[in-house]
């Protein structure tokens, strides 16, 4: 070859492969990775950047239920401590998903040949449900959830001392502008990974949630969930009021209590003290509206628990008459007693009384932002499991299919399709990708008896041994505790140690 020609070649640059784990189908260049950070040209070579996650001692299993010979005894335990459990996390993706899923592993589980079957999912329709243990207002029913300007979601129905998002899902993904499709993608993603998101409700707050961490709401870390509501707080702690206090007032946006209107008072025979609150009365000592919802005194927009109050009645009310006035987490308390005008003014509790107001502080648990994944489980990625996809919807629905998704249990919805619902602090960290289409990338396994598998039209000859799967380049976790300690994450990022 001449000087001529071989400096020609050596200019040649490396021939790019082109990736096919999702539709935008990247040309990727030797050393790089795609656009979504996931695959990367090896030498020529398509490759997975992060490795097969599998979960050691303490995989989930399940007891499979039949009538016939082959019934199983189960004893209940849902643990089994020797198996190794091959998880979807970094298994990669079946694009286009006419292809056998990624990895079909099989091993013996007390005497039964199961099999799992994992793929990475490329979630279109998918979003997030965030539970946030507050009783302060972060904004309106069906309000919009903003992160960057963009709409990402909307707020949801209150529940039980928490406040409600839903975020994401095919509308915002896809429905809307490409700006909007990527934000959401993102937001989504850190929020799985249990990444901080910071973001504004309209005509709300600007609060910033992390899967196991308090909220922040305006800038403050929220630090506990409301014992109860207003009500229920009275008939919890109301005999431990009795001998110290004539009224007592549990300030509440939702339902505001007055302990001797209550019935409990009214049990505990206190004499009614005349103390009237502002708000519309529902059933005895129990008040709705008693002020704007807001970051103040029990969810109000308060700051100075006397502006519900009405001048007492002057027929029941007394000088000295002893008033605690409270709110639902036990965070913020005042005491008063009336003077001669029936005027409450400022007075020294007492050590008694003291105990019992923060005894309602005890009886929170500490405020946490939980987030869960909810996708479904759509007809192509059936395909890499089974040649004929509503056989495997079919046997989901049957309990004779498993499914899991980075080996944490899934909850699968009623009706039609395969809906998964998973709590991302059960999965191993950093499950979660996405692709530029924009989607999410999330794990999926479906775990069954080899029998079943070959019933419902698997791919057998893709079955591979277990044991030939788990080698030294896979990432081993622990898996997840039945129940976290909600203050460990906090304290091992204060210490310095996620």
């Known amino acids: 070859m001449s000087e001529v020609a071989q400096t020609?070649?050596?200019?040649?640059?490396?021939?790019?492969?082109?990736?096919?784990?999702?539709?935008?189908?990247?040309?990727?260049?030797?050393?790089?990775?795609?656009?979504?950070?996931?695959?990367?040209?090896?030498?020529?070579?398509?490759?997975?950047?992060?490795?097969?996650?599998?979960?050691?001692?303490?995989?989930?299993?399940?007891?499979?239920?039949?009538?016939?010979?082959?019934?199983?005894?189960?004893?209940?335990?849902?643990?089994?401590g020797s198996r190794t459990f091959v998880t979807a996390v970094g298994a990669g993706t079946t694009y286009p998903d006419y292809k056998p899923a990624p990895f079909i592993v099989s091993q013996e589980v007390d005497g039964v040949d199961m099999v799992t079957v994992v793929t990475e999912g490329i979630y279109s329709y998918c979003g997030v449900k965030v539970k946030i243990d507050t009783d302060r207002f972060i904004g309106h029913e069906r309000a919009v959830v903003r992160v960057k300007g963009e709409a990402i979601g909307h707020v949801m129905t209150s529940e039980y001392g928490s406040k409600m998002l839903s975020l994401g899902g095919v509308e915002h993904l896809t429905g809307g502008s490409k700006s909007e499709g990527r934000v959401t993608c993102d937001a989504l993603m850190n929020l799985c990974n249990r990444e901080a998101v910071t973001m504004q409700i309209d005509e709300g707050?600007?609060?910033?949630?992390?899967?196991?961490?308090?909220?922040?709401?305006?800038?403050?870390?929220?630090?506990?969930?409301?014992?109860?509501?207003?009500?229920?707080?009275?008939?919890?702690?109301?005999?431990?009021?009795?001998?110290?206090?004539?009224?007592?007032?549990?300030?509440?946006?939702?339902?505001?209590?007055?302990?001797?209107?209550?019935?409990?008072?009214?049990?505990?025979?206190m004499r009614p003290s005349g103390i009237k609150i502002k708000g519309r009365r529902s059933t005895p000592g129990r008040y709705f509206q008693v002020a704007e919802p807001g970051t103040g005194w029990g969810g109000t927009d308060i700051e100075d628990p006397l502006t519900i109050l009405k001048p007492a009645d002057?027929?029941?009310?007394?000088?000295?008459?002893?008033?605690?006035?409270?709110?639902?987490?036990?965070?913020?308390?005042?005491?008063?007693?009336?003077?001669?005008?029936?005027?409450?003014?400022?007075?020294?509790?007492?050590?008694?009384?003291?105990?019992?107001?923060?005894?309602?502080?005890?009886?929170?648990?500490?405020?946490?932002?939980?987030?869960l994944f909810m996708g479904g489980a759509g007809g192509s990625l059936r395909a890499g499991v089974t040649e004929n996809p509503v056989a495997l919807t079919r046997s989901v629905k049957d309990a004779l299919t498993y499914v899991s998704c980075g080996g944490a249990e899934a909850y699968v919805w009623p009706g039609g399709g395969i809906t998964v619902m998973v709590d991302v602090m059960d999965m191993p960290s950093n499950s979660f990708g996405y692709v530029p289409t924009p989607a999410l990338v999330a794990p999926i396994e479906f775990t069954l008896r080899r029998e079943d598998y070959g019933a419902l039209g698997g791919h057998m000859d893709h079955i591979r041994d277990a044991a030939g799967v788990v080698n030294d380049a896979v990432r081993r976790v622990l898996p997840a505790p039945s129940q976290p300690d909600p203050h460990k994450a906090q304290r091992d990022k204060r210490e310095g140690r996620r």
């Open 8 to 80: 020609k070649a050596e200019r040649v640059k490396p021939e790019k492969i082109r990736c096919d784990a999702c539709p935008v189908l990247c040309f990727i260049a030797e050393g790089k990775s795609g656009a979504c950070d996931r695959y990367a040209n090896h030498s020529g070579d398509l490759v997975r950047v992060d490795p097969l996650t599998v979960i050691e001692r303490g995989a989930p299993a399940v007891a499979f239920l039949d009538q016939g010979d082959n019934a199983q005894e189960w004893d209940g335990d849902l643990i089994q």
């Open 314 to 371: 002057p027929k029941k009310a007394w000088a000295g008459l002893r008033l605690l006035m409270v709110s639902t987490t036990g965070e913020q308390w005042a005491y008063y007693e009336l003077d001669e005008d029936l005027i409450p003014q400022p007075a020294q509790i007492s050590e008694k009384l003291r105990v019992s107001a923060d005894r309602i502080a005890e009886n929170c648990e500490p405020s946490m932002c939980s987030v």
């Open 205 to 269: 707050v600007e609060i910033t949630v992390q899967a196991g961490m308090a909220p922040i709401i305006n800038g403050a870390p929220e630090k506990l969930m409301r014992v109860g509501c207003g009500s229920a707080t009275i008939g919890m702690f109301a005999r431990q009021w009795q001998p110290y206090v004539d009224e007592v007032i549990v300030v509440d946006d939702h339902i505001t209590g007055v302990l001797s209107e209550h019935e409990a008072g009214k049990q505990l025979d």
